[in-house]
């Protein structure tokens, strides 16, 4: 009898899943359930999502092929339907940055790929689209589904391993209140808003998006005699207006020109993290910063002087990071960073101190699930942004679009500070925010500030969470540390507990084959799992693992078929 495995969830880290498992040798059962009519291409780049003035915020070269990398396929398009993307065959380039919907139709086609591979290879595979799961109950030796189909009746199926792929966690209903959207997405939703003041809190790519969906609604976008991109507004869109909002106040920087994949750092390496992390130590958190102020001092020796490096701390290497773009005007520091961007990539420069933080966030990752509760709290407050800002760069049309809005007189930055309120008191529509004193009234409010942490308790799965099948993530104490071998006190802080192969970590007497993939619930302890190359990642290691699984079970050896 084949192994029966069930993927819910068909975006991206569902595709890489079962491209990991349609190598096996041996025969799978493979069911993929997806609550959309489109399997394959993921929320995140779905049209009927996203607007396709949406970029994406990874070039074709970082993104993990499936069957085929992302430029080959953009090439071996017809010229039709290279017109229908809105892409000019002559700039296809693997340092691109293409629109989300792009992305969601080179997905799906790899997705039918692969399900065709996987039929020749000898599995059985069973998409079915529109259909949602509801539960999950694990069972002794087996987990089974309830899931509502396509005619809204429920039915149960049994499965040997169920793979959560759900990806982000996306609300039923954007706008909560009239004129209050709590998320960017649907785009087709904010296309409704009328013309007025509107406010966007969040100025990544996520508040640039949902910046993109209204104003490419009242205008258009336009090269100028000179070549510079410029906004033209709509007739009748005078009124329109947008304030992008965040504590800081700052804009994302653009993409900066890196050797890809990513060079071995000098000092903060993969090695050196782990032989820290073996000691159990109780100071982790400022012995891997030290190692940290050593990579960027060895990088860039001039950055290091310049910020004053070897006084700072965890609490105190942000501010000085960002204290010359606080300095300077938003818009000011934009262009001139996308100067310095364009000018680096025309001659292939790369920024060491930048390419240091680059390289090293996910080895500092590996630190942070063994840090005890007082220093994961100190690393999200205090030292977790950088990274974030330095790897969450943005298209470098996406800052030229910003910039023309302003140019435009259309758009504008405000800098919230910690001590903000945000209400719907006494408006009809939209909110109004409360800042340093000053009320500023917006006639639509949409909160764009992207994925929220969640925990066990938030799954949408009564039978697993009610059956103790999930549990928070279990945190050292702080102090608990001692010298002796007593065991050090635990606490459950938020996110999911898991372990290295991304099973839910559980004390009940129940089937261990459920993975949890599903984004979400990682971040608390894995806060740089985010996008398409950690959905590649978990892919492999998912796979892998049941593969391995079932090798042992069968008691043959593990074999792959190309």
Known sequence: MQD????????????????????????????????????????PYHPDINDPAMLSNIPSIEFPALTETLVEWLSRQEDAELQRLSILREAIDAREFYPRVVLGDYMRAQFLQLVAIGTRNGHRIEVLDRHRVIDIALQDADIRLSVTGRDGQRFEAVFDHVVMATGHNWPDSTETRPGYFISPWPAAALKTI?????????TSLSGIDALMSVATARGTFR??????LQYQPATGSEAFCATMMSRKGLLPEADFYCPLPYRTPQVLTEEAVAALIATGRHN?????????????LVADPDYAAKIGLSELTVETFAEAYYRERLASDPFVWAARNLAETEANRDREYTVPWRYAILITHEIVARAIPHLDDTDLKRFHRHFKSIFVDDYATVPLMSIRRLLALKRAGKLSILALGQDYEISSDGVERGAVVTAHGERYVFDAFIDATGQATLSATDLPFPTLVAQGGVQKSATPMAQGFITDDSPVPMIRTGGIDIDELYRPRTTAPLCNNLYCAAISFLLHKHPFVQGITSAAEIGETVSGAILEAV?????SVLQLSA
């Open 284 to 296: 982790l958190l400022d012995a891997v910063f030290d190692l940290f102020r050593q990579e960027i």
């Open 551 to 555: 090798a042992e079970k069968s008691g």
């Open 4 to 43: 029966r495995v069930a993927i819910i969830g068909s975006g991206p880290t569902g595709l890489y899943t079962l491209k990991g498992l349609i190598g096996a040798a041996r025969p799978l059962s493979i069911t993929i359930f997806e609550a959309e009519a489109e399997p394959g291409k993921g929320t």
């Open 223 to 228: 090269l100028d005699t000179a070549g510079d």
């Open 194 to 202: 009328p013309d007025g003041s509107i406010g966007i809190l969040g």
